[in-house]
C-alpha cells in the first residue's frame, strides 16, 4: 500500500478554512483516498473517501487533483472542537489492511 | 445504532495473567482486526481477520492471539502479558467494497501490564 505524508502538525483559529495536504506518490489505479479524525483516547472515526476530482459531505471535502499522487482535507468554518488527530490513508478496496501513518495533529484556538 | 463494542475499557493487570479482550460487531462485517496505540508510534495493527475462521498477522503479532469462530466476536487474547504490552487497545470492522471502505472503530480498551 503507498505510504502517505502529512504535516505533523497545524494550528488554525475558529471560523477559518483549514486545508491538510496528503502526498502519496505510489498510490495504485485500485486504491481509495480516505481520512479519519481521532480525538485523544477514542478510536478513528471515518470522515471521508474519495478517488478522484471532488468528494464533499456534511462534515468535509475532499480534493484530489487528476494525476492522484496528493490530496486535500478541507474543513470548513472550524470550531474548537475540530482540534484532533487527522489521517490520511491509501485503503486498497478488497483489503483488510488499513495502514495508519502519523496523523496530522490540528490544534483550533479561539 | 452500528457500533463496535470492546470490553473492558480498561484493565489493569499482572505479568503473565492471561486475559482476553473481547470485540463485538453488529454490522454484519466480514473484515475485522485488532490495533494498538502507543505514544510516537501511532496505530499498529496486530491481527485481522477476513472472515470466520480465517485469520492473519498483522504487523506486531507476537505477544497476542485472536480466534474468529463467529462473524460478529473477534476477541483478543494475552496468553502471558508482559508490561511492553501497555496499550490503548482498538478493535474495527468493515466490509470490503472498492467504493466504501469504511472502517468502524470501538471505543478503546486501555490496558497495564504491571
Known amino acids: 500500500l503507498a505510504k502517505t505524508t502529512q504535516p505533523i502538525s497545524m494550528d488554525s483559529y475558529e471560523g477559518q478554512e483549514v486545508n491538510i495536504t496528503c502526498s502519496h506518490n505510489?498510490?495504485?489505479?485500485?486504491?481509495?483516498i480516505t481520512w479519519y479524525q481521532q480525538f485523544p483516547s477514542q478510536g478513528p472515526r471515518f470522515i471521508i473517501q474519495g478517488y478522484k476530482t471532488k468528494v464533499t459531505n456534511e462534515v468535509a471535502s475532499l480534493f484530489i487533483p487528476a494525476d492522484r499522487k496528493s490530496s486535500t482535507l478541507s474543513l470548513p468554518r472550524v470550531s474548537l472542537s475540530d482540534t484532533a488527530v487527522y489521517y490520511c490513508?491509501?485503503?486498497?478496496?478488497?483489503?483488510?489492511?488499513?495502514?495508519f501513518g502519523s496523523g496530522t495533529r490540528l490544534s483550533i484556538r479561539p | 445504532e452500528a457500533q463496535v463494542t470492546q470490553n473492558p475499557r480498561y484493565l489493569i493487570t499482572v505479568t503473565g495473567k492471561k486475559l482476553t479482550v473481547t470485540c463485538s460487531q453488529n454490522?454484519?462485517?466480514?473484515?475485522m482486526s485488532w490495533y494498538r496505540q502507543d505514544p510516537g508510534l501511532g496505530l499498529r495493527q496486530i491481527y485481522y481477520s477476513m472472515n470466520v475462521e480465517v485469520t492473519d498477522k498483522g504487523d506486531v503479532p507476537e505477544g497476542y492471539k485472536v480466534s474468529r469462530k463467529e462473524k460478529r466476536n473477534f476477541p483478543l487474547i494475552l496468553e502471558s502479558p508482559s508490561p511492553n504490552q501497555t496499550s490503548l487497545y482498538f478493535c474495527a470492522s468493515s466490509s470490503p467494497g472498492a467504493e466504501n471502505t469504511e472502517a468502524f472503530f470501538g471505543q478503546g480498551t486501555r490496558l497495564t501490564v504491571v
Open positions: 490513508l491509501v485503503v486498497r478496496g478488497s483489503a483488510s489492511k488499513i495502514i
Open positions: 454490522m454484519n462485517h466480514e473484515y
Open positions: 505510489n498510490i495504485a489505479t485500485n486504491d481509495y
